[in-house]
T-cell receptor, first 110, second 111 residues
Framework: GENVEQHPSTLSVQEGDSAVIKCTYS??????FPWYKQELGKRPQLIID?????GEKKDQRIAVTLNKTAKHFSLHITETQPEDSAVYFC?????????FGKGTLLTVNP | NAGVTQTPKFQVLKTGQSMTLQCAQD?????MSWYRQDPGMGLRLIHY???????DQGEVPNGYNVSRSTTEDFPLRLLSAAPSQTSVYFC??????????FGSGTRLTVV
């Protein structure tokens, strides 16, 4: 089955800096790669996703890149704000079956 | 739309008891899944369904059963609760081409 690894497990940045979280996957058949943000005690919420036929996608301060050859994808957050502090999860798989990484705790210091 | 509704929000069970976690969605989504979340482990897939009458096992299915008699409902049954099943359980649903929408979760403690 699919195996998704996520790094780093914790990330601390200063407000206004950029943050990058990286994930690798093992199954070359995986074609869908979403990113979720989870605040303490809340449900995961989709922030951006990318499909295997696209190399990059951007939504305001958030962007995701995908390298199918190397089987890795990354989340980039620019101009970070304190409200970006949360746990971020990457995932990989298909329409109906997603495997999640173990998460990255992002702390944005004012 | 109410989205994905999970009940109960909290539950304490004794070892060996059984119970059903309820999940319902009103978005006519085809795909539904159950995940458990444990500290440092991310979200692990228990069971999933690609439509009414069709279910399959995920990464950690042992000790759990599911059924999907309607598009809207996808209950998760714990057959004989064990302390290792103490976790937060999330139900999620999605349409083809869309992202998963998660329910608010059920925090289960087995003593």
């Amino acid at each position: 089955g699919e195996n998704v690894e996520q790094h780093p497990s914790t990330l601390s940045v200063q407000e206004g800096d950029s943050a990058v979280i990286k994930c690798t996957y093992s199954d070359s058949a995986s074609n869908y790669f979403p990113w979720y943000k989870q605040e303490l005690g809340k449900r995961p919420q989709l922030i951006i996703d990318i499909r295997s036929n696209v190399g990059e996608k951007k939504d305001q301060r958030i962007a995701v890149t995908l390298n199918k050859t190397a089987k890795h994808f990354s989340l980039h957050i620019t101009e970070t704000q304190p409200e970006d502090s949360a746990v971020y999860f990457c995932a990989g798989g298909s329409n109906y079956k997603l495997t999640f990484g173990k998460g990255t705790l992002l702390t944005v210091n004012p | 739309n109410a989205g994905v509704t999970q009940t109960p929000k909290f539950q304490v069970l004794k070892t060996g008891q059984s119970m059903t976690l309820q999940c319902a969605q009103d978005m006519n989504h085809e795909y539904m899944s159950w995940y458990r979340q444990d500290p440092g482990m991310g979200l692990r897939l228990i069971h999933y369904s690609v439509g009414a009458g069709i279910t399959d096992q995920g990464e950690v299915p042992n000790g759990y059963n599911v059924s999907r008699s309607t598009t809207e409902d996808f209950p998760l049954r714990l057959l004989s609760a064990a302390p290792s099943q103490t976790s937060v359980y999330f139900c999620a649903s999605r349409l083809t081409g869309g992202g998963y929408t998660f329910g608010s979760g059920t925090r289960l403690t087995v003593v």
